[in-house]
Each structure stands twice: as structure tokens, then as C-alpha cells.
């Protein structure tokens, strides 16, 4: 089993920034990539960035440019940093494992007033 904890959500302005770290815990050599996803009340979770364990990263073209996802092995720990936040932004953030299964996080709210 693998555990997932994020951190990091909150409440920031259009425009402002916020850095989500998930650290991961337990069966971690099963883990071949992480990433984030965020889901919307009403709405589908889609993937946000995600990063393999060769530092191969990908981005939801609605977030290019503006988040950076990278990763601490030592820690064990992948981070979000988001950049000129946009309210569009405003969702519950989870952070995921894919292993021999998918592993999610309990999801942290992030939130962007205009």
C-alpha cells in the first residue's frame, strides 16, 4: 500500500501563487510516476501534471507555463508550484500514484478569488 499526503492548499488572490507538496509513504518502490489532479464539483477529475520517476513531465494545456511539477527523492515528495493563479484554478487538488494501481491522496482545496 502506498499512502499519499497533501499539503499546501489555501485561499490566494488572481494572479498570486501556491506550491502543493504530497509526500508519499509505504510500498513507494511500486511507484512509477505521481501527479495531480483536480476536480471541480459537478465535474470530471483531470490530470494536472504529472512526473515519472526519470523526470519526464507532462501539463494540462491549461496549466502550461504557469505550474511547475518536480519531485525530492530524498523526501519521497512531489511538489506544485502554480504561478499567476487564475479563479479557474479554484478546485480540490489530489495527488496521485500509479503503480500496480492508481493511489490518491485525500485532496487539498485550493482556491483563487478574482
Known amino acids: 500500500q502506498v499512502q499519499l499526503v497533501e499539503s499546501g492548499g489555501g485561499l490566494v488572490q488572481a494572479g498570486g501563487s501556491l506550491k502543493l507538496s504530497c509526500a508519499a509513504s509505504g510500498s513507494i518502490f511500486s511507484i512509477n510516476a505521481m501527479g495531480w489532479y483536480r476536480q471541480a464539483p459537478g465535474k470530471q477529475r483531470e490530470l494536472v501534471a504529472r512526473i515519472t520517476n526519470s523526470g519526464i513531465t507532462t501539463y494540462a494545456d491549461s496549466v502550461k507555463g504557469r505550474f511547475t511539477i518536480s519531485r525530492d527523492n530524498a523526501k519521497n515528495t512531489i511538489y506544485l508550484q502554480m504561478n499567476s493563479l487564475k479563479p479557474d484554478d479554484t478546485n480540490v487538488y489530489y495527488c496521485?500514484?500509479?503503480?500496480?494501481?492508481?493511489?490518491w491522496g485525500q485532496g487539498t482545496q485550493v482556491t483563487v478569488s478574482s
Open positions: 496521485s500514484g500509479w503503480g500496480q494501481r492508481v493511489y
